[in-house]
Nanobody
Framework: QVQLVESGGGLVQPGGSLSLSCKTS????????MGWYRQAPGKQRELVAL???????HYADSVKGRFTISRDNLKNRVSLQMNNLKPDDTAVYYC?????????WGQGTQVTVSS
């Protein structure tokens, strides 16, 4: 059974930082591209950051320079360090594991940026 379990969300003031973590099981982690997506109320889910199996990264323009994705193939975990958070970063953040044609999602973790 495949499981992706996110943790680390919460409430933070503008300018603050949060670190999200996604622990996976049931997949050969090192063979999956790992990503973080987010969905704000009334908006479509969007890609935030992606790391391929070779370690290449891609970031949404809105988070470049503020967010950093990393993966640990020994611990089957992907993380997202979020710095200088803005109110527009408020959303449910989802972990994703992709290896065509399979695609798995976590249950999501809420991030709220507010003073």
């Amino acid at each position: 059974q495949v499981q992706l379990v996110e943790s680390g969300g919460g409430l933070v003031q503008p300018g603050g930082s949060l670190s999200l973590s996604c622990k996976t099981s049931g997949i050969i982690f090192s063979t999956y591209a790992m990503g973080w997506y987010r969905q704000a109320p009334g908006k479509q889910r969007e890609l935030v950051a992606l790391m391929t199996i070779s370690g290449s990264t891609h970031y949404a323009d809105s988070v470049k320079g503020r967010f950093t994705i990393s993966r640990d193939n020994l611990k089957n975990r992907v993380s997202l360090q979020m710095n200088n958070l803005k109110p527009d970063d408020t959303a449910v953040y989802y972990c994703n594991a992709e290896r065509s044609p399979t695609n798995y999602w976590g249950q999501g973790t809420q991030v709220t940026v507010s003073s």
